[in-house]
């Protein structure tokens, strides 16, 4: 069985831990019977753990109930990056594995419920554990709205990144929250309705930021380039640019620049909403043309995964990475 989940951007903003937008970058995974466990892995993430520590594995041996299995993973999802590849790997293998609710496994392993119901359902969707269970509503997205991806070559754990945040929030920033929230699913929805101010937080940004002391500055650029609101990629540190389709080239143009200028090495995306969610079957390859990849020679965009793909590293043996990664 194959499966593909898209990557996922979690918060947006003020919507910490709810809300998340399914993106245009992809993990497929294939599962097969074998007389043994074997595990091989290409694009973003490879090599990182090809044995039963890999989460594709663990995921599919827990749904299969053994480890007589050959797994195939294929990535375009940068790991430790913000962007949700936690939640679709999981969603990914525990659909090519045979579960008949990938959405529960998901946001079990991941942990954060809005990233998994992204990967699986696609679109704009706000999520929340109800009384044991994951529950899910899509919400409108403006057709024409793009986002422009600010990915460093920079790993961030969600762990090292919740860290910082506080044990308790005021009433105040509580209630500016939930305000801009309102403010951002309107925008969002409507992209003439949508401000810079609808994407501001009280709640994890500005705490975070010690962690990537650029980000301010990048964000600026993404609003001098013309994204309509700009915020962080779940935990970060992958920043995103709000845009329609025609402002993209723009906003991507002036962040380019910005990132040469703080010396920080990345590239910069242009990712479309990703409105199908999970795909299983022969249709769940990975898609030609995903994403605007900046690096000559990242062969990701295109859907070929090579065996070594040079686009972001993550240090050699760090597989904790691929553990409750990046999402908020």
């Known amino acids: 069985m194959r499966a593909r989940a898209p990557a996922s951007a979690a918060n947006l903003g003020p919507g910490f831990d709810t809300l998340a937008l399914a993106l245009s970058l992809y993990v497929e995974v294939q599962v097969e019977p074998a007389p043994r466990l074997v595990v091989h892995s290409y694009g973003e993430g490879a090599g990182l753990a090809d044995d039963a520590g890999h989460l594709a594995a663990r995921v599919a041996m827990d749904v299969a109930g053994h480890d007589r299995l050959a797994i195939t993973v294929r990535s375009q999802i940068p790991v430790a990056r913000g962007l949700g590849s ?24 991941d942990g954060h419920p809005e990233n998994a ?48 945040l506080p044990s308790q929030v005021s009433r105040d920033d509580a209630a500016f929250n939930l305000g801009r929230m309102g403010l951002l699913l309107a925008g969002l929805a ?18 975070r930021s010690p962690l990537f002391p650029e980000a301010p500055k990048l964000l600026a650029a993404l609003h001098d380039g013309g994204a309509l609101a700009a915020c962080w990629s779940g935990a970060g540190p992958t920043l995103l640019g709000i845009c329609t389709s025609g402002q993209a080239s723009g906003v991507q143009r ?9 010396g920080v090495p990345g590239q910069v995306l242009v990712l479309a909403p990703d409105n199908e969610g999970l795909v299983r079957g022969a249709d769940a390859r990975l898609p030609a043309g995903t994403g605007s990849f900046d690096r000559p020679g990242d062969e990701a965009a295109s859907g ?12 050699p043996g760090d597989q904790a990475l691929f553990d409750f990664d990046e999402n908020s």
Do not use: C, F, W
């Open 254 to 262: 002036v962040a380019k620049d910005e990132l040469a200028a703080s």
């Open 117 to 164: 119901a992204a990967s699986v359902t696609g679109g704009l969707v706000v999520a929340a554990n109800v009384r044991g269970s994951v529950r899910v509503l899509p919400m409108p997205l403006d057709p024409d709205l793009v986002v422009v991806a600010v990915v460093p070559d920079r790993p961030l754990t969600t762990a090292k990144a919740r860290q910082l």
């Open 190 to 207: 409507d992209h003439r309705r949508l401000t810079r101010e609808a994407a501001e937080d009280r709640l994890h940004q500005d705490y």
């Open 304 to 315: 070929v995964i090579p065996e070594a793909n040079g686009s972001l590293s993550v240090p």
């Open 86 to 109: 936690s939640a679709a790997l999981a969603a990914a293998a525990a659909a090519a594995a045979g579960s008949t609710d990938p959405l529960a496994v998901a946001a079990h392993v």
